[in-house]
């Protein structure tokens, strides 16, 4: 699976398919502009609510569970690309963070 660095996403978002697959405590604390949140625990359930796009960009918390997500999608054919060190990393590189819904 592909990864990209948060300043990589930021650089292209907005415009990009960013799904966040934190749960719903996570997200209370804000997301990534134009985030798409669907948690994982519910993800098998909504998966008709990603986006079309031609790719998925998947964040979580640190990375691992949306590589989790991205692995099964990409048994799907989907084209997924993993963020790296997730929310964790795009808060400390000082990027900008939304309340849920925004």
Not at 21 to 44: D, I, K
Not at 54 to 60: A, K, S, V, W
Not at 77 to 89: T, Y
Request: glycine residues 12%.
């Amino acid at each position: 699976m592909q990864e990209i660095t948060v300043t990589e996403l930021a650089a292209l978002n907005p415009g990009v398919a960013l799904i966040d697959v934190r749960e719903p405590e996570e997200h209370a604390g804000g997301v990534a502009p134009e985030a798409t949140l669907l948690p994982m625990s519910t993800f098998m359930e909504r998966e008709g609510e990603l986006p079309e796009a031609e790719t998925l960009y998947l964040i979580c918390a640190g990375g691992v569970r949306s590589a989790r997500v991205g692995a099964y999608l990409e048994q799907k054919g989907l084209n997924v690309v993993n963020v790296e060190g997730g929310m964790n990393a795009w808060a400390q590189a000082g990027l900008p963070i939304v309340a849920p819904g925004s």
